[in-house]
């Protein structure tokens, strides 16, 4: 009875084990594959942020690949929040002539979670302009409501705002009570038109007005007055 018991204890034991390695292999596997492609999310969105109003590139897909791979191990850690948005890292800066671009990643909680953007500014030494936005995470917000956010002609509404319109904060049409701005009106008094093209949805366009606030702000703190470089 003994033998027998401890028998089916070894075997146990054993099935348990293989189990366990063979978990522990497709999760590692399965990590590796999800990072991988969020690396690679990122290195397309960066792609399209810094392209021209015509569509042609500013900076080589190369040296966009590279500088994302060679700051990889700093991905994903906040380094500044003002209690209403968060930049998380790392701050990317490339060089075109005279104009520099930041590339900066922000989240904000928008109706279900975080809403998290990615966004370029161009600095000309002077002034700092909102150039253009990729909303990358929006899982939690409603579909046909917040969900919305993703499409091209909502995100369009962000962009491009002149530093004029990001010095008194960017707010959504309906906080600024601009609804009857058009678009581009809207723009540069520092509003994102939005109210047409996402009917019933303030939350979640309102926490990327916030994100790109709180990336504005980090990034006239720390790059623009004497800051890190």
Do not use: C, W
Not at 26 to 51: C, D
């Amino acid at each position: 009875m003994k033998k027998e018991t401890l028998k089916i204890s070894l075997t146990l034991m054993i099935y348990t084990l293989i189990a366990g390695i063979a978990l522990a292999l497709v999760y590692q596997f399965t990590e590796n594959r999800i990072a991988e492609a969020e690396l690679e999310n990122v290195i397309k969105s960066m792609e399209f942020l810094l392209t021209d109003e015509s569509g042609n590139q500013i900076v080589d897909p190369k040296e966009i690949k590279n500088t994302v791979i060679s700051k990889r191990s700093e991905m994903g850690n906040e380094i500044y929040n003002d209690g209403i948005g968060t930049v998380i890292s790392p701050v990317y800066e490339f060089q075109n002539g005279d104009v520099k671009y930041y590339i900066l990643t922000g989240s904000a909680v928008g109706y279900g979670g975080k809403v998290i953007t990615i966004a370029a500014f161009k600095y000309n030494g002077s002034e700092v302009s909102l150039h253009k936005i990729k909303v990358i995470e929006y899982s939690q917000e409603t579909p046909g409501l917040g969900a919305k956010i993703a499409e091209e002609k909502v995100q369009e509404r962000f962009f491009p705002i002149p530093e004029e319109g990001l010095k008194n904060g960017l707010k959504v049409d309906k906080d600024a009570g601009k609804q009857n701005l058009d678009p581009d009106s809207a723009k540069q008094s520092g509003v994102a038109k939005v109210s047409d093209v996402m009917t019933g949805a303030t939350i979640t366009p309102r926490a990327v007005a916030n994100s790109l606030n709180t990336m504005y702000k980090y990034l006239r703190e720390k790059y623009m007055q004497g800051g890190e470089k």
